[in-house]
């Protein structure tokens, strides 16, 4: 009996058998979908799952076979992709799926409106299934808004940005790009607002990417002739710190900053990194006061044996400055709530704590090291032995 729901909570749809109450799935092509799609002037739902897999068994199970399921889902026609049969596999690679369960919904013109990657549970499956039939965010509904609004104006900047994101979360990188070329060059070519500045940015980072080569060196090492070490070497990042500097507003100003970072690290320029993370956590937003410089402490003691004294300082600098961000959190708070949800404060507040460990451990400090991870898996309670193994370096001397 315990084999069999054991291998009932890892299966897809059963198409020759499907739940009353779930979902209806239909039998014929892709295309046929789509065509029956059209009569309804509804939405195709692809669910692609592969055989075996935990996530998409539940997603199955508890919100596709859900009791009210098959009615919210109205005219929607739903079609199964299984990756290990040949049919689904190509359905797979015709749009670029990587994510397991993922359910894309077409519109009746066969093309991708909108799309829910991973498990959701049944009650946010059956709102974003609403949202959706309604056009609501939807790729369709993102380009009638952008298309209504003035050129120039704030509100086709926003709409614009939007829909670039929605181009991005469907795989289609070549629509977002174009939309984003857009806002740049016509709602906002001096970079006036967030949105524009960020568009800027990221034409200066495709620019600076697409000039650097590819790696075919075999091994581990490359050689001193790797076109991408050449081309690494050479990259002129003079354009990024022009729009760090020019930007006015500090959203702005801190994205490029940490850009300007993260192509340091990548060029092996670590104190040009140092120096470009200190300024970016001078423009540091509210959401990731805590997030930011802990995350960068851990770059910083991650590089092991080649952390410099710089990264050394920055890595104790930043992880305290976590910690006290950390202790200050409002978990009521609607900053709390747009950085970390429903994730518990006393996690956030371990999180920080056990980098500032890790800070005073690369420092060269064992006794603050030591009484700091105590404190960080006292914050974990019960999940205090999964973390345990983590901090064996620091605990054991």
Avoid at 32 to 61: K, M, T
Wanted: glycine share 8%; aromatic share 8%; hydrophobic share 40%.
């Amino acid at each position: 009996m315990l084999t069999t729901l054991l291998l009932t909570a890892t299966m897809a749809p059963a198409l020759h058998a499907p739940a009353p109450q779930g979902v209806e799935w239909f039998q014929g092509s892709l295309d046929q979908a789509i065509a029956q799609a059209r009569e309804n002037d509804s939405h195709v739902l692809v669910y692609f799952w592969r055989n075996g897999s935990d996530h998409c068994g539940a997603l199955y199970q508890e919100t596709l076979q859900h009791e009210k399921t098959g009615a919210a889902m109205g005219d929607v026609v739903c079609l199964s992709a299984n990756y290990d049969e040949e049919a689904g596999g190509k359905l797979f690679a015709t749009f670029n799926v990587s994510t397991l369960p993922t359910m894309l919904f077409l519109a009746p013109d066969g093309k991708p409106d909108d799309a829910i990657a991973g498990f959701i549970a049944p009650e946010d499956f059956h709102g974003e299934l609403a949202r959706i039939r309604s056009g609501e965010g939807t790729l369709r509904g993102l380009t009638a808004a952008a298309e209504e609004t003035k050129p120039g104006s704030d509100e086709a900047i926003e709409s614009h940005w939007l829909l670039a994101g929605k181009y991005s979360d469907l795989g289609n990188q070549s629509a977002h790009d174009a939309v984003l070329t857009t806002v740049r060059e016509t709602h906002d070519p001096a970079g006036r607002t967030v949105i524009g500045a960020r568009a800027h940015l990221w034409k200066i980072q495709a620019d600076l990417n697409a000039g650097i080569g590819e790696c075919h060196c075999e091994g581990e090492v490359c050689d001193d002739d790797c076109e991408y070490q050449r081309s690494i070497a050479t990259l002129d990042l003079a354009p990024l710190y022009t729009h760090a500097k020019r930007v006015k507003m500090e959203e702005a100003r801190f994205d490029a900053w940490n850009s300007i970072a993260n192509f340091e690290i990548t060029r092996k320029d670590t104190d040009g990194a140092v120096k470009a993370y200190e300024k970016a956590y001078d423009f540091v937003p509210k959401t990731q006061l805590v997030s930011f410089p802990k995350n960068v402490a851990m770059w910083a003691v991650e590089s092991g044996e080649e952390c410099t004294k710089s990264q050394k300082k920055l890595a104790l600098k930043f992880a305290t400055a976590a910690v006290k961000a950390a202790k200050k959190l409002d978990p009521e708070s609607d900053v709390f709530m747009e950085a970390y949800g429903d994730y518990d404060v006393t996690g956030v507040q371990a999180e920080a704590i056990g980098a500032l460990a890790f800070a005073y451990h690369v420092n060269g400090n064992p006794t603050k090291a030591k009484k700091t991870a105590e404190e960080a898996l006292a914050l974990a309670g019960e999940h205090a032995d999964e973390f345990r193994p983590f901090f064996a370096p620091i605990l054991n001397g």
